[in-house]
C-alpha cells in the first residue's frame, strides 16, 4: 500500500500495534525517501560532523533493537543465558575472537544435542568499554545441560550453568515470560556498543528463527479501543517533535 498510519504484528504471545497520528508515506518514490538517501550520501562524501555521527549511531542502535525485538516476540523462549569469558584463556576485548568462540559453541550445541536449537545471542559491552560477553534466549534446547549452580536471583529462581561452555563463565534462568524478556534483552544494544561494533554484527540467530512480518492498514485510534476493548494490556505515547509525530504503541492480549 502507498501510505499506511498503522502497523500490526500478530505475535505467538501476544499483538503489538504501532499507530501513527500522521500517515506514513510508503512510496519509492516518495520525496521524503529521495531527501533521506541524499542525506545519507553526503555522510559518505564528506566528513561527518560530531552531530551527524551521534545521529547516525542512535539510529543504527535504534534498528538493531527494533529487529531483535520483533525476532524475540516471534519465538517463545525457554532459557535465558549469560556468556561470558575467562580474560586468561579469551581476550574478551577482540570481538572477533569471542565471536568466533561463541559460534563455536553454538554449533557444538546443535550438532551433540540439539539440532533444533533455536537462539538470539546479543554482545554486551563491559562498563570498562573493552570487553565483551554475551546474552540469549534459547528454545528447543533438546539434552543440552543446565546443572543447578546453588545461587538463586533476587526472585528466588535457580540459576542454572551451562555445562559445555569451556570459554569463561555461564548463567541461565527459565523464561517464564517469552514477552517480557523480549524487551529485557534488547536493552543491551547500547550507543557504546554500536559505536564500537560499526560494520559488525549485532546479534546471532539460529536459521530456523520465526521472523514476524507485519501487516500495515489505516484505521482511526478509537476504533483499537473499540475493536480490542478490554484485551489491551499496555498503552505508551511517543512524541517525536522533529518529525511532528505522535505514536501510540498498544499490546493487546490473545
Not at 498503522?6 to 510508503?26: A, M, Q
Request: include cysteine; hydrophobic fraction near 30%.
Amino acid at each position: 500500500m502507498s501510505s499506511y498510519n498503522c502497523r500490526l504484528y500478530e505475535y505467538p504471545v501476544g499483538t503489538h500495534v504501532t499507530f501513527y497520528d500522521k500517515t506514513i508515506l510508503n512510496n519509492k518514490n516518495d520525496i521524503f525517501k529521495i531527501l533521506h538517501n541524499n542525506f545519507k550520501k553526503s555522510y559518505h562524501n564528506e566528513e561527518r560532523t560530531e552531530l551527524q555521527e551521534k545521529h547516525c549511531i542512535e539510529q543504527s542502535a535504534n534498528a538493531s533493537k527494533n529487529k531483535i525485538y520483533n525476532i524475540a516476540r516471534s519465538n517463545e523462549w525457554e532459557w535465558f543465558i549469560t556468556l561470558t569469558f575467562d580474560r586468561e584463556k579469551v581476550d574478551s576485548s577482540n570481538y572477533d575472537e569471542v565471536t568466533k568462540k561463541l559460534q563455536k559453541f553454538l554449533n557444538h550445541l546443535k550438532e551433540r544435542y540439539s539440532p533444533d536449537l533455536k537462539y538470539l545471542i546479543v554482545p554486551e559491552l563491559h562498563k570498562d568499554k573493552l570487553h565483551y560477553h554475551f546474552h540469549g534466549i534459547l528454545a528447543n534446547t533438546g539434552s543440552i545441560r543446565f546443572l543447578p549452580s546453588g545461587h538463586y536471583t533476587d526472585d528466588n529462581e535457580k540459576i542454572y550453568n551451562i555445562k559445555n561452555w569451556s570459554f569463561g563463565f555461564t548463567t541461565a534462568t527459565r523464561v517464564k515470560d517469552s514477552q517480557r524478556v523480549s524487551s529485557y534483552i534488547t536493552k543491551y544494544i547500547s550507543k557504546d556498543l554500536c559505536f564500537s561494533l560499526k560494520n559488525k554484527k549485532r546479534y546471532y540467530v539460529s536459521r530456523n528463527i520465526n521472523v514476524t512480518e507485519p501487516v500495515y492498514g489505516v484505521c482511526e485510534k478509537k476504533d483499537i479501543y473499540e475493536y480490542y476493548e478490554d484485551d489491551i494490556t499496555f498503552i505508551k505515547n511517543v512524541t517525536i517533535p522533529k518529525a511532528g509525530q505522535n505514536i501510540t504503541y498498544f499490546e493487546i492480549k490473545k
